[in-house]
């Protein structure tokens, strides 16, 4: 780990990384069981015949050392198990290169005279309205798609054929029951070009969003 090094002053310092100390904790707890068991063994011989030492508190001790020795070994586990799972996850990551996904965003891509996209709605909707927008910022057209179940849905643009440029096209939807509004999420769909892992994340760099957290994918097409 980088050691942090301040100046103030004209003095200056070494901070004690979090490093060693989790190492030092690390190796403690370790040594732990062979240091609790030579103390016990000293405490046996030393103790008075008349005064033993209780047989319970002896028992609680036990038990915390090896709760103590339980708990590294989990730990350790589980840092084995997120290494083999964000391997996997890669793997399986390098075969959506190529790949159409859908994600939350509301961008419309028009291709070969048609356009798509996609929304999500919480609940069942009476009435749900789909408002495309050009990358000038202005309404260009409204679809009425009626009554609709609650989850995903697509929708086609026919307009789409005519639009004066395939890129830049936006979409707005709004749902509602009756009176109330009802919660809705716009989809769009975009393509895989690389993948790539921080940390224990796996990252899919898409042609239009760039860079997106693979969790952020509702879909692969």
Do not use: C
Request: hydrophobic content about 40%; proline content about 2%; aromatic content about 4%.
């Amino acid at each position: 780990m980088t050691t942090i090094t301040t100046t103030n002053s004209g003095v200056s310092g070494t901070s004690t990384t979090a490093g060693t100390g989790l190492s030092g904790a690390v190796q403690s707890a370790a040594d732990m069981s062979q240091q609790f068991l030579k103390l016990l063994v000293t405490q046996l011989k030393n103790q008075d015949p008349l005064n033993p030492v209780d047989n319970a508190q002896m028992t609680s001790q036990m038990a915390q050392i090896s709760t103590v020795s339980g708990i590294q070994n989990l730990n350790s586990s589980v840092t084995g198990l997120n290494t083999s799972f964000l391997q996997m996850q890669a793997v399986q990551g390098a075969a959506l290169v190529g790949r159409n996904v859908t994600l939350p965003g509301n961008q419309i891509s028009v291709a070969n005279g048609a356009a798509s996209g996609s929304f999500s709605v919480s609940a069942a909707a009476d009435t749900v309205t789909v408002d495309v927008i050009n990358p000038a910022g202005v309404k260009v057209d409204s679809l009425s798609l009626g009554a609709q179940t609650a989850g995903q849905h697509d929708f086609t643009w026919p307009k789409g054929s005519s639009a004066s440029q395939t890129e830049g096209y936006t979409f707005k939807v709004i749902a509602s029951s009756g009176t109330n509004a009802v919660g809705s999420t716009a989809l769009m769909r975009d393509t895989v070009q690389a993948i790539s892992t921080t940390g224990s994340a796996l990252t899919l760099e898409l042609a239009r969003s760039g860079k997106v957290a693979y969790t952020a994918i509702t879909a692969i097409n």
